[in-house]
């Protein structure tokens, strides 16, 4: 539910980019969640499904957009690849064709669970922020902090996420594929202490590993072009998501990142309300930060993560 005092005017529902891959039962999941939300079918779904890598991928590869057109009908658009781009390369097109043809878009992976009042919280952030160059992103979810037990704020911070987010054109222009400056990192103590937000956790490691070709990540570029931005995103004060996908299932869940949602609670029916000031609010950032840091398994997962790049 968001709070009725929010009399923005609101616009055109913005589109769902819906990003699917072999993962059948997952996306029935994540489909269920998503025609449950409140004013669903006020929104265009597109369905963009990569094509399979080996042949041991083409039946889930099938399953999955079986399960896409049984559940979502003539009302989608569906937009299937033959080849196998990978999940950067289907996400950049997809947030490029949806924002150049509606202005906006929300993108989910098939592996999120929406709290009810999710495209509710969306769209009235996407209406209230739109022309608010400084605010970069709408975030559905939260990392669970105290500090936030009894917010009903929005709150906004220096980074973002790829759990279930929305943009504007205007916004997205400043993606930069080619993540352009970011040896900085390695020459500038103080430049990569704020990336990596204050120690919390190592986001300079996995801006080198994409830039040295041993990953693929579209959020980790999206992020430093927020970061060279100095953007701002929208954040509700606790999930609307949870994530599933750390089963074993994905192809981009057992790495870093590894702990952050495991709660799995959502806000369900607790309003949120708008905040009319857009600015980082310090307490709030240091305490964000801190689950972060916790949520990663605190000092443990930082050696982890530092074995892994020394094996990598």
């Known amino acids: 539910m968001i709070d009725a005092s929010m009399a923005h005017s609101m616009t055109r529902p913005a589109p769902v980019a819906v990003m699917i891959y072999r993962r059948p039962a997952h996306l029935r999941n994540t489909l269920t969640a998503l025609l ?136 997205w222009s400043h993606f930069d594929a080619s993540a352009s400056g970011w040896q900085q990192l390695r020459q500038d103590r103080a430049l990569r202490r704020r990336f990596n937000l204050n120690g919390s956790y190592d986001f300079a490691a996995m801006l080198e590993a994409q830039m040295e070709g041993q990953r693929d990540s579209w959020a980790i570029r999206w992020y430093w072009s927020v970061f060279q931005a100095e953007g701002l995103v929208a954040y509700p004060p606790r999930s609307l998501v949870h994530n599933t996908g750390f089963d074993g299932s994905g192809t981009h869940g057992s790495a870093l990142l590894r702990r952050f949602g495991f709660d799995g609670r959502t806000q369900q029916a607790q309003p949120i309300t708008l905040s009319e000031h857009i600015s980082i609010e310090p307490d709030l950032f240091r305490e964000v930060s801190r689950a972060i840091y916790r949520q990663n398994g605190g000092l443990v997962g930082k050696v982890v993560d530092r074995v892994r790049k020394l094996v990598r």
């Open 36 to 171: 449950a939300c409140h004013n669903s079918d006020q929104h265009e779904i597109h369905v963009f499904g990569d094509g399979p890598r080996t042949e041991a991928d083409i039946e889930p590869v099938a399953q999955a957009r079986s399960v896409a057109r049984e559940m979502l009908g003539k009302a989608a658009h569906y937009h299937f690849s033959d080849q196998n781009r990978g999940l950067s390369a289907s996400v950049i097109a997809a947030v490029d064709q949806l924002t150049a043809s509606h202005g906006d878009v929300i993108v989910l992976e098939d592996d999120l669970v929406l709290a009810p009042n999710t495209l509710g919280f969306f769209q009235q952030a996407l209406g209230r922020y739109r022309d608010d160059d400084l605010v970069m992103q709408v975030s559905a979810h939260m990392f669970a902090s105290p500090a936030l037990a009894k917010r009903q704020e929005t709150l906004f911070l220096p980074f973002t996420t790829s759990w279930g987010w929305a943009t504007w054109r205007r916004a």
